[in-house]
């Protein structure tokens, strides 16, 4: 048995969920008739509150099209330097829409009302690029797994407000979010110009994200996605574990928290781990001494069927899933006690 701690993006559909994949009626997404896919645009765009939605293959697409279709070559977007849209899309900000990054250095990834402000340049001065935009994420992934509250997000829509810019969130796990602080999705409708939701993490579909917002926005979104090869078909099969996985597989992240809980218990026992970040969802990094490499970490414990990331050079990630039971978490922690002393 191999304990798959990589990423929630690992897992498999469960059989329900590709039942409801293939009884799913299709048609042709880019003639806009595929039913499914008008089906999930509409669900979770009503589930948001927003007006409409564009169903993708990645979150990372749904990042770039809102940047693009908020911003102009020369524009600037605010973000926390440990935005997944600036470190982990390739580049895309600058390739895909032309415009540069103002990265805050905010706690554990999180950006606060007084940091955007004093990041958005004066739009009469020349010098300047213009800021467009601010983006923020949540759950914050590199900060391991922490989240916004409401009135946070607020704070920081109102410096939005008053200075005119749209504010988007990067939400492939907001749903994780939203489980521990009770908070509604509409809420979040409301303080979001757009929002893009990952349907491929915790929620357990294969493929797909979704970009939310107002519909002039999205008609623009859908022009950006046809042209960056986007455009798909009989997107439906794909569609359909979407609506099956907003309908099942919501409530359950709660147990993935839980399970995450568990392990920074099994990794305090550890004597290599120096430093284990809180553990608010079901993201888990933790540290290592100076003496190991993360890499040299990660390659150890894959011997022992433990799969995890390097997330910097002492430190390691493991995020926990739909695939991975309270048989994996006894037996991670079986293989877990036998490591110890392996790197002595
Ligand atoms: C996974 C992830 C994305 C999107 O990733 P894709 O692999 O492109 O779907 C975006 N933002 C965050 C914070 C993520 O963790």
Redesign the pocket.
């Known amino acids: 048995m191999t304990i798959d701690l990589r990423?929630d993006?690992v897992t498999h559909p469960t059989p329900a969920m590709r039942e409801a994949m293939f009884a799913a009626p299709l048609g042709d997404d880019v003639f806009g008739d595929d039913p499914t896919v008008n089906a999930l645009e509409t669900k979770a765009a009503q589930l948001f509150g927003m007006e409409a939605a564009l169903f993708c293959?990645?979150?990372?697409?749904?990042?770039q099209l809102a940047i693009r279709t908020h911003t102009r070559p020369g524009d600037e977007v605010i973000c926390d330097q440990l935005?997944?849209?600036y470190l982990?899309?390739g580049g895309g900000i600058m390739a895909n829409s032309g415009v540069s990054v103002s990265l805050l250095p905010g706690e554990r990834g999180k950006l606060t009302p007084a940091l955007v402000r004093d990041a958005i340049n004066n739009p009469a001065d020349p010098h300047r690029p213009l800021t467009r935009l601010v983006s923020l994420?949540n759950?914050?992934?590199k900060g391991g797994g922490c989240y916004y509250t409401l009135p946070e997000i607020a704070a920081i829509r109102q410096v939005c407000d008053d200075n005119k810019l749209p504010l988007h969130l990067?939400g492939?796990?907001l749903f994780n979010a939203l489980v521990e602080t009770g908070e509604s999705t509409e809420a979040h409708g409301q303080l979001f110009d757009s929002i893009?939701i990952?349907l491929?993490?915790g929620l357990g579909c294969p493929v797909g994200?979704l970009l939310l917002g107002k519909r002039d926005f999205i008609t623009q979104a859908r022009r950006f996605r046809k042209m960056m090869g986007g455009g798909w078909r009989q997107a439906g099969f794909l569609a359909a574990a979407g609506i099956y996985a907003l309908d099942h597989h919501v409530n359950r992240l709660k147990l993935d928290h839980s399970r995450a809980r568990k392990i920074g218990a099994m990794l305090e026992a550890l004597p290599e781990v120096q430093e284990i970040y809180p553990i608010d969802t079901n993201i888990v990094i933790f540290r290592l001494p100076e003496s190991i490499l993360a890499t040299d970490y990660v390659q150890q414990l894959a011997e022992k069927g433990i799969r995890g990331v390097t997330f910097g050079k002492h430190l390691v990630r493991f995020v926990t899933h739909h695939d991975f039971t309270d048989e994996h978490l006894a037996e991670l922690e079986t293989r877990l006690k036998s490591s110890i002393g392996l790197h002595n």
């Open positions: 990423s993006t293959p990645s979150g990372t697409m749904t990042n935005s997944h849209i982990y899309e994420e759950t914050m992934n990067d492939a796990r893009s990952c491929s993490k994200s």
